[in-house]
């Protein structure tokens, strides 16, 4: 078989959360690749600072989008088709971490939102990826689970309880879809520096129990976080060519994490 391409090139890309730390990383990789992307996020802020810093380029287009709305992600993705053309990949990135607390004393509205925005909103962002990929002939799915996607970790049992269910909803769509040309895959980051991080610690700081972020990193197989850039380098491949024969898989980007 001929080698397939690792660059995105042509390829039109839908990115939600594309305003986040690991997003924009992405956006920033694909558009170098050549392709054009379309980023939905809720955030209007960070989707103006992308689009400064695309300089304006027609290859980039942008709109405010809640993933948890299904009219919403109807519209959008349907406005990213008339902007940009056929749809060959698909990024369910946008995702919250929630709070912090036992489970006993978890807010119910809060589960309620980290499971509205991490699971519903990457099962819409594959309902309404599928038809477009389909029309395009096939394509590529990759949402964001998370090391807490194979884990458990005290005192966020609801993030866990999402990043579970994504890596559930990838491996059963993509045996739905791969004999249609459509391969959906997970990426599992373990922890990566930026807002994320940063707000998950900074609730730490209130108890010594937990780890502090350096002695964290330290443990880290790794003997350091990631980078955004560096899952943005494993989300650019799954959606390649280069990934033509990965469906239904968890890629952990994580230093080594898992192998703990
Ligand atoms: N940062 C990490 O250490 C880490 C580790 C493992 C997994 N992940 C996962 O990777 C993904 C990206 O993480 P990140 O570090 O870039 O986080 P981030 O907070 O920097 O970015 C998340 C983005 O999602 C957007 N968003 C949140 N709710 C939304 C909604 N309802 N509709 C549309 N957009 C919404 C935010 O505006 C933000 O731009 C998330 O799914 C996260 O759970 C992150």
Redesign the pocket.
């Known amino acids: 078989m001929a080698t397939r391409n690792a660059a995105i090139l042509d390829k039109t890309i839908i990115l ?8 924009s990383a992405t956006v920033q990789l694909l558009l170098a690749q050549g392709g054009r992307v379309a980023v ?4 209007p802020d ?1 989707l103006d600072r992308l689009a400064a810093a695309a300089g304006g380029s027609d290859r980039l287009f942008t709109a405010p ?4 709305s299904e009219a919403e992600i109807s519209a959008c993705f349907a406005k990213a088709r008339a902007a940009l053309g056929p749809i060959h990949g698909v990024v369910n ?5 929630g709070r912090r607390a036992p489970i006993d004393q978890c807010a119910t509205e809060m589960f309620d939102a980290v499971m ?3 699971v519903k ?1 990457v099962f819409l962002g594959i309902k309404h990826g599928i038809p477009l990929l389909r029309e395009s002939g096939g394509g590529a799915i990759v949402n ?5 996607g194979l884990k458990g970790v005290e005192g966020m049992a609801p ?1 866990v309880a999402s ?1 579970h269910a994504v890596l559930g909803l990838t491996r059963s769509s993509g045996l739905e879809w791969g004999r249609h040309g459509i391969r959906i895959n997970c990426v ?5 520096e ?4 940063q707000s998950i610690y900074a609730e730490r700081a209130a108890d010594p129990s937990w780890p502090s972020l350096e002695s964290r990193r330290a443990l880290n197989p790794s003997g350091r976080f990631g980078e ?1 850039a560096e ?1 943005a380098n494993v989300i650019a491949f799954l959606l390649s060519d280069a990934s033509s024969f990965v469906n239904g898989a968890l890629f952990s980007v994580d230093g080594g994490v898992c192998a703990l």
């Open positions: 939600t959360g594309g305003g986040g730390d690991i997003g939905l996020d809720r955030s960070a989008c809640d993933v948890t990135a946008a995702g919250i971490e509205a925005v991490n909103g964001a689970c998370s090391t807490a993030y990043k599992a980051p373990g922890p990566v930026g807002r994320m991080l955004p899952i």
